[in-house]
């Protein structure tokens, strides 16, 4: 614990001068090298994607989304969430994607399109898709172990670290905060733990979610405190 109370505010008030002038560029981000510390690799499948029907996707996004989700679908930080980061399109399956897309997300700013109907939503995730040459990891990262943790130590790291940019309860944008809504069931009820494990340990490459392990992290958490938080998120929609 002491080590996470001191490293903490030097690293976030230096995240927080570089996540100011954050560009869009590439970054080399170490996700790759973290992604080997953990135990399970996931396995990726090459993405397949039809040009014409991203090409529809591209129409239909610039009508329903880049008014939130700005153009390329690069985000803006405390509106609307990036859908083009490489940690993002690796670890959303078609199903999330399709999903949220569809329902929205309640109690947030992301409204449902199920008007669109089936075949438009999977011309926009084909444009989302054709953004870089991203492998999809979904399916082994769904697949991997619910969490055991202890969501009672979860709620202490949640309140010390991911409540400063997702808000209390994880109540996201609503809350004046930084970070999507982690803790309203639009989220939980559509990401697997594997897939809120991903997030947690890579982060997201080009936003101010940074990843939770090793040496150039916001925090090195260990396995088990992930577990803990991920625990922890599970019980908070009942409470709120
Ligand atoms: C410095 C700010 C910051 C901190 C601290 C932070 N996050 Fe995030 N997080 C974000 C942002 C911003 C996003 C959305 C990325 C985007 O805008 O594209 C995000 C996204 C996520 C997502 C994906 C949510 C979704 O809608 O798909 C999860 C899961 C997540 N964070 C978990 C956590 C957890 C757990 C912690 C604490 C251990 C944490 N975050 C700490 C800023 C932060
Ligand atoms: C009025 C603004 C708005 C519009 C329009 C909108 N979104 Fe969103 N979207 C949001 C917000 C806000 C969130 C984050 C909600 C939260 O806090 O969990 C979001 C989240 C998402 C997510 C989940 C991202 C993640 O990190 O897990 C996806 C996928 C998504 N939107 C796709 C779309 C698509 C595709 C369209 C167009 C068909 C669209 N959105 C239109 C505001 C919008």
Not at 26 to 35: A, I, K, L
Request: overall charge positive.
């Amino acid at each position: 614990m002491n080590k996470i109370r001191l490293l903490l505010p030097i690293v976030l008030s230096g995240f927080l001068l570089t996540a100011c002038n954050q560009k869009t560029e590439e970054s080399s981000s170490s996700s790759t090298s973290q992604t080997k510390t953990s135990s399970s690799e996931p396995v990726g499948k090459p993405v397949h994607i039809d040009p014409a029907l991203a090409k529809k996707g591209e129409a239909l996004y610039n009508q329903n989304c880049v008014f939130c989700h700005q153009a390329d679908a690069i985000g803006k930080p405390g509106f609307a969430p990036s859908l083009t980061n490489k940690e993002f399109l690796s670890v959303a399956s078609n199903k999330f994607l399709m999903g949220t897309i569809r329902d929205g997300r309640p109690g947030t700013g992301m409204p449902p399109f199920s008007h669109l109907g089936r075949k438009q939503v999977e011309a926009i995730v084909a444009y989302l898709r054709s953004h870089g040459n991203i492998s999809d990891i979904s399916a082994s990262v769904d697949a991997q172990p619910e969490s055991h943790g202890d969501p009672r130590l979860g709620k202490i790291w949640f309140d010390q670290i991911c409540s400063t940019c997702h808000g209390p309860n994880g109540d996201g944008y609503s809350a004046g905060s930084t970070g999507t809504a982690i803790g309203k069931a639009g989220f939980l009820n559509k990401a697997t733990d594997g897939f809120i494990r991903f997030t947690i340990v890579n982060g997201r490459s080009n936003t101010r979610m940074l990843g939770f392990k090793g040496p150039a992290a916001m925090a090195n958490l260990t396995d088990s405190e992930i577990e803990d938080i991920i625990a922890y998120l599970r019980t908070v929609p009942s409470k709120s």
